[in-house]
């Protein structure tokens, strides 16, 4: 497979070449034209919407962050150490 790419490549190297030279460039130009995607703009009729919705309206507005949610299929604790321990609350 790598045997005919190379042949083919070599064969038509200047079309072969143009071409990368202007998907670059493309990418380069709509790399220009993007944003970055922030909590506000998740739009709030999606699953990450609302749950965006429902963090701020528990936590509150906070300096950017990221929030881990860990779950476990299996409801038991992983020692007797760590199921004897307070939970704090």
């Known amino acids: 497979m790598f045997a ?6 070599y064969r038509f190297r ?3 070449l143009i071409l990368s030279i202007l998907s670059l460039a493309g990418w ?3 790399m ?3 944003g970055t995607l922030g909590a506000e703009d998740l739009p709030s009729q999606t699953e990450a919407g ?3 919705e429902l ?3 528990e936590l509150g507005r906070r300096a950017p962050s990221f929030i881990l949610v860990f779950s476990r299929m299996i409801r038991k604790p992983p020692t007797r150490s760590f199921a004897r321990r307070p939970s704090g609350r």
């Open 55 to 57: 963090i701020e309206s």
């Open 50 to 52: 609302r749950a965006n």
């Open 28 to 30: 380069a130009a709509l």
């Open 14 to 16: 200047w079309p072969v």
């Open 4 to 9: 005919t790419w190379g042949r083919f490549v």
């Open 32 to 34: 220009s034209y993007s």
